[in-house]
C-alpha cells in the first residue's frame, strides 16, 4: 500500500512531499518522543504525531519513514514545513485524533497485508 | 469492551486492577503527551502511552481515565506504581507498540475521544 | 514546590478530593483539577516556589497559582498555542507541548494573568458550578 491511497481514504491534506506519495508503507509508529521514535521505528514506516517541531523532519528522513500525519489538525510549523519541502519528505494532516488515524489505517494495512 | 477481553487482545499483564477487570470501556486516547490527554481525552476512556513515570497517574486521575496501557513492554517506575496503586487506577502493560495497541482495539469497536473537552 | 518533580499533582490530587467531598458535579471537579494541574505542573517547571489557592463559594470555583520565578517576558506569546521553552527533562516527562495555558483558559470560565520578569507569575482562574453543569 502506498501514501497515496491513505491520502484519499483518510482525507489526510499533504502539505509536503507530494511527489513522494507513491512510497511504500511497511507499517506504523506512533509516539510524541522523538527519542523513542528514533529508537524503534523503523523504515519505511509512517509516523502518527501530534509533534510540530522542526526535528521531526530530522528524525523522519534519518529513520527513512514513509511520512509523517499529524493528528488533532495539528499544523506543521513555518520552519518544519520549509525544512520537509527541501528535504521531500511527506507531511500529511488529519483532523482526527491519533487513535481514530492509527484504528482506520491499521484496517487499510491489514486488508491490503 | 471489559478490561478482561482486552487482556487477551494485548497480551497484557495486569499490575494494578486485577479486581477491575469487569470494567467496560468504548474510547480511548494515544498520546505521550500529557498536555494533549489534558485536553482531548473524555472521562472513562482507556488511556495509551508510552510514558511511564508518575505524572502519567496523575494525568489520568485528573481526567478519571479509566485505565492506563502502557505500551513497547514499558513498565512503571517504583513512585508510578505506588501512586496508581493509591489512586486505583488499573495499569495494563503489553509489549506491543502503541500502534498495534490502538489498531487492534479500534477493529474491536473502541473509538477515539473526538470532542474537546474544554470547548463550550 | 519549584524544580521538585517528585511530587507535582499532587496539590491538584487533594483539590480534587476535597472537591469531591463538597459533592460538587463531576464535570465541574475535572475541570478545576486541570486547571490546578496544568499550573501546578508550570510552577514546578518554571518556576522557583509557589502555591495554589483553592476558594470555593456555592456556584462558583476560585483558584490562584502564585509563584515567585523567572516570568513570563511576552504572555502573549506564551499564550499561542505550541511556544514552549520546556527543557529536556520536561519533555521526558510528557510535558513542553504547548498547551497547558491554553488548556488553562479553555476550561476556566474566567482567566486572568500576569507576569513580571525576574519576579513570577499570578494565574487567576474562575469555574462556575452553574455553566459546567449544564454542560454535562
Ligand atoms: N509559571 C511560569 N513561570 C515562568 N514561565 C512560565 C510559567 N508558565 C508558563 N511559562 C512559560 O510559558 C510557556 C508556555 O506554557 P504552557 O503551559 O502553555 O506550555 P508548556 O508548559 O511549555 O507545555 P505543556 O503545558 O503543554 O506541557 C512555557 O514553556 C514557559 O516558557
Ligand atoms: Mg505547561
Known sequence: MDLES??????LKVRSGEDKLKAEIRGGYTGDLLSDVMANSKEGDVWITRQVHQNI????????????????????????????????VPIMVSDLPGFEVIGRLYALMSKTG | MTLHEIRKLLDAEVLIGE?????????????????DVLAFATAGSLLITGL??????????????AAIIMGRGKRPSQETFQLAEEVNI??????????????????????????????? | MGGNFDNAGEVSSNI???????????D???KAALVAYESEINIVSYARKGM??????????????????????????????????????????????GMGLCNIKSFSDVFHISSEVGKGTHLRMIIRASSAVLNS
Do not use: W
Open chain 2, 19 to 35: 479486581d477491575q477487570l469487569d470494567m467496560e470501556v468504548k474510547t480511548a486516547f494515544v498520546a505521550d503527551l500529557m498536555s
Open chain 2, 90 to 120: 488499573p495499569i495494563l502493560t503489553t509489549k506491543y507498540i502503541l500502534f498495534e495497541i490502538a489498531g487492534r482495539l479500534y477493529a474491536k469497536g473502541i473509538r477515539g475521544c473526538i470532542e474537546k473537552v474544554g470547548s463550550k
Open chain 3, 16 to 26: 480534587k478530593t476535597v472537591l469531591k467531598q463538597i459533592g460538587l458535579p463531576k
Open chain 1, 6 to 11: 491513505i491520502v484519499k481514504a483518510l482525507n
Open chain 3, 52 to 97: 495554589i489557592r483553592l476558594r470555593v463559594v456555592p456556584e462558583s470555583i476560585m483558584i490562584e497559582a502564585i509563584d515567585e520565578g523567572q516570568g513570563i517576558p511576552d504572555i502573549e506569546q506564551a499564550m499561542q498555542p505550541g511556544f514552549s521553552t520546556a527543557n529536556q527533562k520536561i519533555r521526558e516527562m510528557g510535558f513542553g507541548a
Open chain 3, 28 to 30: 465541574v471537579i475535572r
Open chain 2, 52 to 65: 511511564t513515570n508518575p505524572q502519567v497517574v496523575r494525568t489520568a486521575d485528573v481526567l478519571d481515565i
Open chain 1, 57 to 88: 523532519v530530522a528524525v523522519a528522513s534519518l529513520k527513512e519513514h514513509a511520512g509523517i500525519i499529524l493528528v488533532h489538525g495539528n499544523e506543521p510549523a513555518k520552519d518544519t514545513l520549509e525544512k520537509a519541502v527541501k528535504g521531500g
